[in-house]
Every structure is written in structure tokens, then in C-alpha cells.
């Protein structure tokens, strides 16, 4: 019951054999239905035709009745009382009277009582108007009614029909004629039990169908199942699932699979190179300290105090940058904080009293300008930190920034008159560890990772950082970030 071929089968053999339960009610119903109003047109047939003979003053004994075993007849005068029976009829019951032995009474050609022509002639003058005229059969509709006959000594279930003549001599009778049932019960038993012996096979039928196919379709998932495992087991995220030739939703899956390994793969690959990379930028600080302190134990006057307090520094501007990426990595959410572009620029240009060239501040005046973004203030501060100090180390006698509107955004550029950036590595400066030549040569102990974390700061917070040729010669560092709503 856990496996899905299993459900499915159950599911739609039940499904089936709903539906088929239900077209079989429904079929039997139309059918019985049917069956019986041929039966009652039957009767009424019958019935009409013994009470046409009778409105033409025909005798009960000359009565022309075809398949008396079929169709008994049964007839009834005024007072209920049986004044005739079809040959063969032995008991009825669903009729006016369950007798079959017919009374003394009128005959059919019998002329009626002085008493009956009176009665008669108040009907033709309006007394009576339910019973049909001389010499005439009622035309409404018959009463039909199911009821039982014997015939022969053979009993069998009837649908009777009673329709009313009246004689010359004005005697109103009622025919009562039957039509079997037979017929029908046989047809629908008949379809009835086809029905019982088909079903158990048609759903049987369902079942295995339904369980083949859904293991053929299933087949691939087993076969991504068993890779899964088989790279779970081995942890080679080299590896890919098989893709099926077929466009449906388990190739889908399959696809999908093969990117989330795909991406999965660079993850772990870029985790790995992060954590050589970062254990070998530790160690050459962390080194350099400790010999310091080393030779500083053995010969206290040989204590290289400002170097042991640049290591320090170093180490810990390392520490941090690894915290941040680490941070950032975890999918740390960036905030939500409304905050200034221009202000935040001129403020973190204002702390840097230090820089070996002084910045240049140019925010753009513009009418309903607003440089309002959303996003972490220290992670973005950080952004516009790690790009002044590469501008400050690579540029000549410029550095200067711009806070323009830029589209929906906002635009802060980051320009410097220095050798500027290659085409074809202005996307490597921002991997993480990576730096040029002339960056080594300038850099005494850089560790590569300002650029990276500047574009995956900007990164979550929705904009991007590229780096482009300058004006004066050297890089022009473009943050952009979408403007808060």
C-alpha cells in the first residue's frame, strides 16, 4: 500500500468500479424502464381491442382474444362484478376484483332494463360524463397497474391495463388486459448478470494495466533513486542522475536534479577552495606573530612592536572579512532599513582622514530625487569601504565618487585615475582570494576578498557591482541598488 504503483492501481480500479457500478444502475434502470412501457402499450393494445369488440355489441362469447396466455383478459361491469375472463385464467390479482369466475349479468348484446335506458339517457344528457358513449372506448388513458395472473396453472407477474366501453344498450364495462413481465425480468436479469460476471474482469483488467503502466512510468524515478543513493554513498557530486528521453515531469525531475547537483557541486567546490584559500591566508600572519613573539621572549630588545601590532591588525581585518562571507554564505537576510545613499557616502568619506588622496564627493542635485534604499547600513557601508580603499591603492592622484539616479536605482560610482582594470579579468577581481599582479605588488598582505564581499553584499540586496573603464584612465566601480518604494 506504500508504493505509488500500488495506489495507483487501487485508486483507479476503485475510480472504475464506481463509474461501471454507477453506468450499470443507470443502464438497468433505462432498460426496466423501458421494458415496462413496451409491456403497458401491450396491455393497452389488448385492452382496446376487447373493448372495441364490446362497443360493437360483440358477445362475450364471440370475443376474438389473441394469445389468451399472454395476455389474459378480465372484465367488469358497473357493480365490479367479473362478467368474463379470457380462457385458461385461473386466479388475478392487481385489477378491480381478484374473481375469474364470471356472475350471472348483462351480456354484451343484452338489452338493458327500463330502468338502465333511464340511467343511460341522464348520461347522454349530461348525467355521466367520465363513462364513454354508446358504441364507444373511453380515450382517456388506461389505469395501468402490476399485478400477478394464472394462466394454465402457470403464474406470472403482469402489467394490467383497464380501459372502458360501453355497449349499444348502454352497459359500461371495463376491460381489464395484461401483459407479462417476463420478458423484462429475464432481459434484465440477463444484463444484470453480465454485468456481475464482466465487472470482477474489467477491473481485474484495470488493475493490471494501470499497475504495468504506472511501473513503466516509474521506471526512471527508480533509476534517479538508485543514483541518488550511489552519489550519497560515494559524495562524488561529479555525477548525474539519468535523464530520461521522454518530455514529461519525471524528465523535468531529472533536470532539475542534474542542475541542483550541478549548482550543489559548485557550492561545495567554492566551500572547499574557501576554506584552503582562508587557512592559507591565516597562517602567514598567525606565523609571522608568532616568530615576533618568539624572538621577543629570547631578546626583548629585538620586539618588533609596530609589525607585531600590523600582524595583529591584519590577522583581525581577516578574521573579519571570513565572518562576513561566512555570514553571507548562510543566507543571512540583509535587512530592511531605509537609509540615504548620498548621506551614507559623504558620512563614510567623512571618517576616512586618513586616505593617502583626499575623495571627491559628488552627489547629483535633481528635483524629487531620492537616493532612499533598503538594506543592512553596516553591510553597506562596508560596500563603499572596501571600494574606496581599492581605489586608494591603486589610484595615481584621483579618487572620487558619484551618487546619481540610475532608472528605478540608485547608482554609486567608484572612479580612480590609476592602470585601471583588464577587460577580460574585470569578472575574476570579484572571486574570493584572487589577486592581480600589480594588486601583490601593491598590497602587502591583501587577502583578496574586499571586491568579493562588496558584489555579494550588493548581490542580496537586490543590485549588482560591475567595474568598467573610467574617464581619467583608471576603474570605475558601479554599485547599483534598487531605490525603496
Known sequence: MRSVRARAAIGATLVVAVALVAAGLAVLSVLRTNLIDQADLQAEVAAREVAGQLALDTAFADLDLDDEEDHPVQVTDEEGRVVFVSQGLRAISGTASTGVSPVPSASAGATPSPGDDDDDGDDDDGGDSARPARGEVSSDDPDISDGTATVDGKRADYRFAAVEATTPAGLTLTVHAGAPLAAEQEAVNTVRGAMLTGLPLLLAVVAGVTWLVTRRALRPVEGIRREMAAITASEDLARRVPEPDSRDEIAALARTTNETLTVLEASVDRQRRFVADASHELRSPIASLRTQLEVAEAHPELLDLPGAVADTVR??????????????????????????????????????????????????????????????????????????????????SLVAVRVAIDGVGVRVEVRDDGAGVPEDERERIFERFVRLDDARSRDDGGAGLGLAIARDVATRHGGTLTVHRAPEGGAAFRLWLPRAA
Open 315 to 396: 590577522l583581525q581585518v581577516l578574521a573579519a572579512d571570513l565572518l562576513l562571507l561566512a555570514r553571507l554564505d548562510a543566507g543571512e537576510k540583509p535587512g530592511a532599513a531605509r537609509l540615504d545613499a548620498g548621506a551614507l557616502v559623504r558620512e563614510k568619506v567623512s571618517q576616512r582622514t586618513g586616505d593617502r588622496i583626499p575623495v571627491k564627493v559628488e552627489v547629483e542635485a535633481a528635483e524629487d530625487a531620492s537616493y532612499e534604499v533598503n538594506g543592512s547600513r553596516g553591510q553597506l557601508v562596508r560596500v563603499v569601504g572596501n571600494l574606496l580603499d581599492n581605489a586608494q591603492r591603486h589610484a595615481e
